[in-house]
């Protein structure tokens, strides 16, 4: 075998190799500017927390800050049911610890809601945003603002956008800022489940046609 034939194949075998790996990369480093939304948030009837554990005290201090500057006048805590016998902390206790939390930092207890929903295949915003659908007909409200956590902003945004597409009413984003920054999730364990996960779940909501 000539040498200049060996150098093709060898070139050949080499961007075969590097080209997935390059475009594999550059697809999961593209991770934090796909998830997150870009767009700002407005003043809004009605705002939207999903939670399964107790929100942290940074993420209450956020909402406590946008309802005193009247960014919404009602919160609708959404978590989703859970039967399991080995529970912590029961839903009742949950909805108790969020309400005092929130009272605590002057939140009014008359403007926090609870809504318990059924697991779904389609995952918990998908079935949120069903419920939330309802709330709006009855009650007839014109804007929404989904609280949400910096890299799940995207998918959930775009849940809510697919099942109210039939309504009149704006929907925005409040996002509650990661830990993690663009040049730096890839650094640790928790930056990495944080934003690869979601990553993927974001492609299979896309793939499954739930966005």
Known sequence: MQVS????????????????VILFL????????VLKVSEPFHKSDLAILETQSLPSKKFLKSIASLYQKKTF??????IREDKADNLLISQTEKEQKITANLAALQ???????????APSRLGDSDE??????????????????L???EFESKRILKVYQKNLSSLPVQISCFL?????????????????????????RYLYYLIRGII
């Open 147 to 149: 609280l949400t956590r």
């Open 107 to 117: 939140v009014s207890t008359d403007a926090i809601q609870f809504l318990t929903i």
């Open 128 to 145: 949120a945003a069903k419920n939330i659908l309802k709330v709006i007909v009855s009650e007839n409200l014109k804007s929404i603002l």
């Open 176 to 200: 509650f800022p990661s830990d993690m920054t663009a040049s730096s999730w890839f650094l640790s364990d928790d930056g990495f489940r944080e934003v690869a996960y979601e990553y993927i």
């Open 73 to 78: 006048s009602r919160l609708i805590v959404v």
């Open 26 to 33: 550059s697809f999961l480093f593209a991770a934090p500017y």
């Open 5 to 20: 034939d060996l150098t093709f194949r060898l070139k050949l075998y080499t961007i075969g190799f590097l080209s997935p």
